[in-house]
């Protein structure tokens, strides 16, 4: 078993979104990759705790954030999100939601923040991607970078990154 679970090299982190299923859009079978679904598939620090745990239990050798088209979290402000919680709930919330405005840099935002843990490898790299669920097609945002060092990388959507390698 254990063995088994030695060979993931991967980690994809995806929206909870029912629509995008990570292991279907990247054909992902059992035992290949580590996938994390989450509100927007945001590196918040528990994903990103994921993602190290990875690392050290496995040979990780790439990260995928793949973000979607039409995802919740690009449409709702944290603040407007925690108040309709509150509407509908009646009990006051103090959550943190990983809402976004600009899809773009909210991408560019996930890949630098994997980028920036001190305690991945530099030679992982990183790759962010948005799936479009009108036309079911898969679009690179952020090619897959080498992490380096890390810790400057700013690896903006159109802009060549600060620190890292640009991998074809
Ligand atoms: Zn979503």
């Known amino acids: 078993m254990l063995d088994r679970m030695a060979d993931i090299r991967t980690v994809v982190v995806g929206c909870m979104d029912s629509r995008v299923v990570p292991e279907e859009v990247l054909g992902i079978g059992a035992g290949e990759a580590q996938v994390l679904r989450v509100s927007g598939g945001r590196v918040t620090p528990e994903v990103l705790a994921g993602i190290v745990a990875s690392a050290v239990l496995f040979d990780l050798h790439e990260v995928v954030v793949m973000h979607h088209t039409d995802c ?4 709702w402000t944290e603040s407007g999100l925690r108040a309709e919680i509150e ?7 103090d959550m943190e939601f990983p809402a976004y405005a600009d899809a773009d ?3 560019a935002d996930d ?7 001190p305690h ?7 790759s962010g991607l948005r799936y479009d669920v009108d036309t079911a ?6 090619a897959p970078i080498r992490r380096g060092r890390g810790g400057a990388a700013n690896p903006r959507a159109g802009a060549e990154p600060v620190r890292g390698t640009a991998v074809d």
């Open 72 to 75: 919740a979290m690009s449409k």
């Open 87 to 93: 509407r509908v709930s009646g009990a006051p919330c």
């Open 105 to 107: 840099a909210a991408l």
């Open 111 to 117: 890949v630098e923040a994997v980028i920036r843990s």
């Open 120 to 126: 991945l490898s530099p030679d992982l790299t990183v």
């Open 137 to 142: 097609t898969l679009h690179t945002v952020v």
